[in-house]
């Protein structure tokens, strides 16, 4: 006995919305989190540690970004 | 059926339909780019046109879905190919001249339906397949788009609220360069498949490849290659209508609502699934300035646009039909060229028209002032209205 396909795939569905939400507001944080180091980092009167943390957080949030726009393209080109 | 001299045509309006789907989607891309002058006009449409030239060679699953998942690829011959097509066309052509961002996808799997059903009736039209992998994700997609972005923008406004806005403003421009650019190569991989769908398709009709076969390479480059042309010449009105006309884009909101465009469209083109890149980025925008502290978008715009939506399925369906029951009149060989002239004729007339209320890319942002000032007026008044209240 065979079950029918469901006319709608509410799985592929499902997978679309959580991947976007997860990446989509995932990305617009942690770019958001590197402009603000940023501005952090460029106002006068900033200390050498309060730079250093900044200088950080930007490399760090731009490599996480950079690294999770590298893997979709790799999973969609190779799937 | 053998047609070589038919197949050639095919061939050569499904090019025409893919540079048609190119300049009128190339606001999908550049529209928030252009508003908020991160990049200059020109600039960002030849980016947009080479990234989406590289979109084109990613993945071939939406191709795959349009060539055998809405309609019966054994009962369909060459003239409701051409059909469609010119249907497509026709429907592009004319939402492009009232400026109103519909769907190129929608136009061109109506148009085929439009065809199919003339040809051969309702019974050889997947309707399970239109349903579930057309319709559904497509009106899931833009509202998916609308939150996703709205929640994005929300939660960076209030991250970046003590930056220095030089830097914030500076930041974000500099950040939509990338988001742009990643939403050209997704819509290189979902639009540009869409055209490589309806050609093999054709090659199948034509027995030229057999049942359920693959894309052949040289497809995939003549449609990239179409592709990043038509967004190369840049559909202005269109542009004009996605920058100016939904919402005031700021950088920050220009930016979030490319980043939810390009993941929706690359996590759903993944997964063979091809919507309206139009309505998911019409959906961010949308959602980008809901995100904003005062919420203001330009519903009653939202709501043409969504009637215009409403229409593309089925008038793409009735020109698509149209145009094959034109072919039979004529015979087929005779009959596509009469109406491949008739869709020229219309062309140029669409296009002289055009040519009295010019946008270009010197006054894409110009000609929005006045309305968009009219609106932001009616905002305020109805702030002031509203603060009156008891």
């Not at chain 1, 309060?50 to 949030?61: D, G, K, L, P, Q």
């Not at chain 2, 502290?293 to 399925?313: E, F, I, N």
């Not at chain 2, 009959?335 to 869709?343: H, I, N």
């Amino acid at each position: 006995m065979t079950t029918a396909t469901p006319l709608i795939d509410w799985h592929a569905l499902g997978q679309v919305l959580l991947t976007s939400l997860v990446l989509g507001v995932g990305i617009v944080v942690l770019f958001s989190a590197c402009v603000y180091s940023l501005s952090q980092f460029r106002r006068s009167g900033a200390t050498v540690v309060v730079r250093a943390t900044n200088a950080i957080v930007m490399t760090a949030t731009l490599a996480a970004i950079a690294a999770s726009v590298v893997w979709g393209l790799y999973i969609i080109i190779h799937k | 059926m053998h047609n070589s001299f038919l197949l050639v045509l095919v061939i050569i309006v499904a090019l025409v339909f893919d540079f048609t789907n190119g300049f009128h989607d190339t606001a999908n891309a550049v529209a928030p780019t252009v508003a908020t002058g991160a990049l200059k006009p020109r600039v960002a449409v030849l980016l947009s046109s080479c990234l989406n030239l590289v979109g084109a060679f990613l993945s071939l699953k939406v191709a795959a879905t349009v060539a055998s998942g809405i309609v019966q690829q054994g009962q369909i011959i060459l003239p409701v190919v051409f059909g469609g097509l010119i249907g497509a066309i026709a429907w592009n052509v004319t939402t492009w001249y009232f400026g109103i961002p519909s769907s190129s996808s929608h136009a061109l799997i109506g148009g085929v339906v439009g065809a199919m059903m003339a040809h051969a009736g309702g019974g050889a039209v997947i309707w399970g397949g239109i349903t579930g992998k057309v319709l559904a994700p497509s009106i899931a997609a833009p509202i998916f788009a609308l939150l996703i972005a709205a929640l994005g923008t929300t939660i960076s406004r209030r991250l970046t609220a003590k930056s220095d806005n030089t830097t914030k403003s500076w930041g974000m421009r500099v950040g939509q360069i990338g988001s742009s650019s990643l939403l050209s190569i997704a819509h290189g991989t979902n639009d540009a498949q869409k055209t490589m769908g309806v050609i093999t398709l054709a090659l199948v009709a034509n027995g030229t490849l057999g049942a359920n076969s693959t894309t052949p390479k040289w497809v995939v480059v003549l449609c990239g290659i179409a592709i990043a042309l038509g967004t190369f010449i840049g559909g202005w009105r269109i542009i004009r209508t996605m920058g100016q006309g939904f919402t005031k884009l700021s950088p920050t909101q220009g930016f979030a609502s490319q980043v939810t465009s390009s993941v929706v469209i690359l996590s759903s083109s993944h997964l063979g699934m091809p919507l309206s890149t139009t309505y998911v980025a019409t959906g961010s925008i949308l959602g980008s300035g809901v995100g904003t502290r005062k919420r203001r978008v330009h519903w009653s715009l939202a709501g043409r646009v969504g009637v215009a939506w409403l229409l593309t399925l089925p008038c793409a369906a009735v020109f698509g039909a149209a145009s094959f029951y034109g072919e039979r009149l004529f015979g087929y060989t005779v009959g596509v060229l009469v109406m491949g002239a008739l869709l020229a004729i219309y062309c140029t007339i669409i296009f002289f028209l055009s040519r009295r209320d010019q946008i270009h890319a010197g006054n894409v942002n110009d000609h929005w002032g006045e309305h968009l000032e009219a609106f932001e007026k009616s905002a305020q008044t109805a702030d002031v209205v509203a603060a009156g209240k008891p």
